[in-house]
């Protein structure tokens, strides 16, 4: 068993979305990420099928230039190679689910780029 926390060691940047994993497991990966209201992931995309879950606060979630607000308990299924973007419109914390081909280092590049 691995256990992990969306709200212990809760840690935003001030300057950018912050990303955390908090599994590493042999079919998929789990990552944290910590946003401050204003903070914005530019428009990226990734091979691999995700989900994205608010689990707390409110963001913008763009796809294909489309704008959709989710709040707090909104689950959203992406296929690969979807354009899409995030902006916090208040603090949140969004939990992002990666298939064990993609990577944490990329969503840590695309916090970083943003």
Known sequence: MKKASLVNDLQYDENKPAVQV????????????????GH??????TPYPIVV???????????????????????????????HDLEALQDSTIRLTLTKADTAERVKGVAEKS
């Not at 908090?22 to 209201?37: G, N, P, Q």
């Open 22 to 37: 908090l599994f590493d497991t042999e079919s998929s990966k789990e990552i944290r990420i910590a946003m401050r209201k």
């Open 40 to 45: 914005v992931m530019k428009e990226h995309k």
């Open 53 to 83: 879950e608010i689990f707390e606060g409110h963001i913008r979630f763009g796809i294909k230039g489309e704008s959709n607000e989710l709040k707090k308990g909104d689950l959203v299924f992406l296929e690969g190679n979807v354009p």
